[in-house]
């Protein structure tokens, strides 16, 4: 019975990675510096509301991972690398706290995209400071401190209301498995 529940979060987790990659190629916007507007982290939040904290931070581990080795990502040090992708994207994983709680996708969600938007926000001020343009949407950029936030707010704020509409829809139809319940009634003993 354990090892019929361990091959099914393995291959859940792969599957929620291979969906997670081939929604990052589907981009309603590119920002001019980096970051895209997608619904790549649907799948993997999905998977840590399934699974809970601890699969979910693997999975999310390697979506990071996985995004910084196949997506053409750029990593202009070490920090870059750590904090634009294998940081970025564990958090959200986080949202498995949530898992079986009616509704749960929406504090898990928030929370995961939040920790994201903090290590891009952390990477724009740290690492990419020297790029950063005079002005910004009208706004003289004076420091990196004003500039990361909102460059990266808007299109993570973006990705927010996008990935929380998606999981709105998907929420009566997909009720039994966002709360797990299909495992549950599975393997119990």
């Known amino acids: 019975m354990k090892k ?9 987790g792969a599957i929620m990675l291979a969906l997670a990659q081939i929604l990052g190629y589907i981009r309603f916007y590119r920002m001019p510096y980096g970051g895209s507007i997608t619904l ?9 509301l399934r699974w809970g904290v601890k699969k979910g931070l693997l999975v999310s581990f390697i979506y990071g991972v996985l995004q910084l080795l196949l997506d053409g990502g750029y990593a202009y040090t ?11 994207y564990t958090p959200l ?3 498995g706290i949530f898992k079986g709680k009616k509704l749960g996708f929406l504090p898990g969600t928030v929370i995961g995209v939040f ?7 952390l990477s724009g001020v740290y690492v990419w400071a020297e790029y950063m343009p005079e002005t910004f949407i009208g706004i003289p950029m004076t420091s990196p401190w004003v500039y990361s936030p909102i460059y990266n707010g808007i299109y993570m704020g973006l990705c927010l ?23 549950a009634a599975r393997y119990r003993k």
């Not at 019929?4 to 859940?12: F, G, Q, T």
């Not at 790549?40 to 840590?48: D, E, S």
């Not at 039994?176 to 319940?181: D, G, I, W």
């Open 4 to 12: 019929n529940i361990h091959l099914r979060w393995l291959c859940e």
């Open 115 to 121: 920790l994201r938007y903090a290590s891009l926000t």
């Open 40 to 48: 790549a982290m649907v799948p993997i939040i999905f998977f840590a």
């Open 161 to 183: 209301v996008l990935c929380l509409v998606a999981f709105g829809a998907m929420y009566v139809p997909l009720k039994k498995y966002m709360l797990a319940q299909d495992i």
């Open 78 to 88: 070490w920090q870059s690398m750590l904090l634009d992708y294998l940081v970025a």
């Open 93 to 95: 994983g986080l949202a």
